[in-house]
């Protein structure tokens, strides 16, 4: 044998190895210097999600995020392109429903390229132009993309379970295609321009850097282009309260389509902060997370072969959103797979975790957790996500501790207070055939 | 190296490649200690490629097969392949494609052990027990369904059924829906019999490892395997010149049409696959690209994608654009073919051309930030060309020229080799109508 490479150094602590900065206008910064490979990742947010839009015009804060990237005080949206694109730097801000509160801010570039790459990541944060005829292009865009979704079973279930559970001016609420395809036809360079005065500044932005950099030189850097900003908001959040339950059947019929989707959705109180977090999200792997392992995977596509894709999850950010069940179906087996699906949930509430579920579960959860932090912008990520609902970065080393403390009664009762089995919103897409 | 279980046939930029002196198996090493995670991935040298009409799809039901177990590792003894995985929170899957099908693990690096023995049991000792075959087919069922809701799946599957007429490149690899159904647990055991041997499989490791330890392990779990007693049937079968172009529609209820335009090209071992390569970027690369600029800047579609896909046999350079509703197909379909009628008489500058190798270059680069997507690009290099073909890659790609470019343009790009398809929406009285029971 020969050849073999020295052992990686032991790796300190994330909360000694990732450098911080704290800039006065509340902008907090993080770098991790990851030398194995000539890369860097960015990955960012800022409180300036649809939570924070008008009740009625949601969609003004994914569209002022995407328009950010389509040019600056600086340089035209094609000039920018053509910077980044040449040096094969790419830079994406946006907000989608994954979290009402936050946009996302991700970049990513070879470690030549690190300068443009911050460069163009503080410039498009403060200095967006919004120019009327990318806005025009944009919203033709969008209605076509709009028609295009509507197309999809798996979003009409959705839209139509969240429509029915969260009332409008909810975050949550959804809209018909039609009435997006309006409110897009509707929106003003003013709207961007005005949301974007309000929302964005440095008091929500968390920016996280990871990979082949020096950490001190991109400390400075940031701070040379951020220290600057505006304040804005400060970073506070108050969502509304999750509503009651809509239980309740709806279908929506299309035509042509070979499979269905079903969606099991409930509304939940369960935010990313709540304590029951983890306790919660370890029954939910256990029931559904796995379309192959969990209870659900095994009964429904495993032993019944119902469906190719069965998945629960807690949607929980910084607003409570709802627990989800969704699966795929051949269209004549729905109720087949939903009457298997609410008989195994039912079971899972009554009966609660085994011990040895909850084992593989917490076992999975730190293996998993260790994996993800195996490239930069899974790393950069990480941090991102601890830091911006108030962890901290030590909670990249307490992660695992966490999760093994959690008990199987704690699991159980925080998993039965949330889910009902009764109470459950039935919504499912496709060509049923209506009778 | 010589008298070990191995022998170490070659190495370069970083990799090291031995074979299993008892069994022919060819193991891939590449160190990358980013973090503490391993990948652990086989391939088999089977795919689609190797079906025929009766039993389009058995590749691909197999691989889901091969997760109902084997003596060691099943359900009823509580150590199902999946649940071991899981439990150790390894990201984990297999995939099938017309050249190949892959199996792979990534996981903490101390658990690379589990992973390993996992893919030695299956690999000859696989159940495949019928009474796990009838809930699988209507698994991979609802699979195909899933694939029939999306246009784009359905051009491309379009795509080369009509552009490959002979070659097994015809039929999809999730198969065709009445061979799904009806493929019997025999003849999917003749497939596995056939196929799934240390001598047409490719095992690497890349990530945090120790070379001697990786290497006894995998002779530990590896070295008793027997290689077939067969050889392994070649594909011989030659997909001949396209004489004209061709064309099909398909028709069913939506809102947003799309447009497909592909053209015949060699397979990837070819010379001239960098060069279509970095046609793909200047036709599709990023906000800049020409097509982007003709089609999505002018409001003429939603997005467009170049695939100059990179097969073992011939394949296809393809151009798929869902088109902005109110705009007809047709108009698309003549910018795309102004666009190649452009590039086949102007050469692209030096600054064009460059900006596309950049971009290439650089994913070979962005690949090493994780084992995993390493593990995803080696297997479909030694699936249609080999290890090396990937190693050497970035510098095939920085050798291309503007003259290049031009040329596979003119070599390739011709309407006698084009299939253009279209998926156009088709009204409904009964668009999705919402009730509330």
Known sequence: MTGAAAAPPRRAPFVEAVRHRALSNGARLYVLENRFNPTLAVSGTLFAGRLFAPQDRRLIASVTAGELIKGTAKRSKLELAEDLESRAASVSVASDASDPAGVDISGAALSRDTDLLLDAMVEVLREPVFPEDELEKEKKKLVGSIRQQQEQTSVRASEAAMRRIYPPGHPLHRLTGEERIARVEALTRADLAGFYTERYGAASLVLVVVGDVEADRVLDSLEKGLGSWTAGPAPAIAPPPAPAPAPGAVTVEMPDKASADVILALPSDLTRTDPEFLACALANSALGQSSLTSRLGVRVRDTEGLTYGIHSAFSASHVAGPFTVSVTVKPDSRDAAVASTLDEIQ????????????????????????????SNAGIANAVDTAVSYGFGVGYLDEFPSLVAKVTREQADAAFRKRVRPEAFTIASAGTFGRP | MSGGPFELVKEKAGFREFRLSSNGLRVLLLQNRVAPVATFCIVYHVGSRNEAVGHTGATHLLEHLMFKGTPEFQRDK?????????????????????????YYETLPSDCLATAVRIESSRMRQALLRDSDRQPEMTVVRNEFERGENSPFQVLYKHTFATAFREHPYHHPTIGWRSDIEEVTTDRLREFYDTFYYPNNATAMVIGDFDEAEVLALLAKEFGSVAPSSRPIPPVYTIEPPQEGERRFVVRRVGEVAWCALSWRTPEARHPDTPALAVLGNILGGGVTSRLHQALVEN???????????????????????????GVEPSEVEKIVRDEI??????????????????????EVIFDRDSTDQIAASLSEAIAVADWEWYADYPAAIARVTPDDVRRVVRTYLNDDALTVGAYLPRPSANVAVEEVA
């Open chain 1, 347 to 374: 079971r899972f509430v009554k009966s609660g975790l085994t011990d040895k579920e909850l084992a593989e579960e917490k076992s999975s959860r730190i293996g998993r957790f260790k994996v993800d932090l195996g």
């Open chain 2, 341 to 362: 009628a452009k590039l086949a008489t102007q050469l692209v500058t030096e600054t064009e051309c460059a900006k596309a190798r950049t971009q290439i270059e650089a």
């Open chain 2, 78 to 102: 509580g150590t199902a392949i999946a649940a071991v995985l899981e439990a150790l929170g390894a990201r984990f899957n297999a995939t099938t494609w017309f050249d190949r099908t892959n």
């Open chain 2, 299 to 325: 409001s003429l579609a939603l997005s467009v994608t170049v695939v100059p896909w990179q097969l073992r046999d011939p394949a296809l350079f393809s151009v798929f654009a869902p088109v902005r509703p």
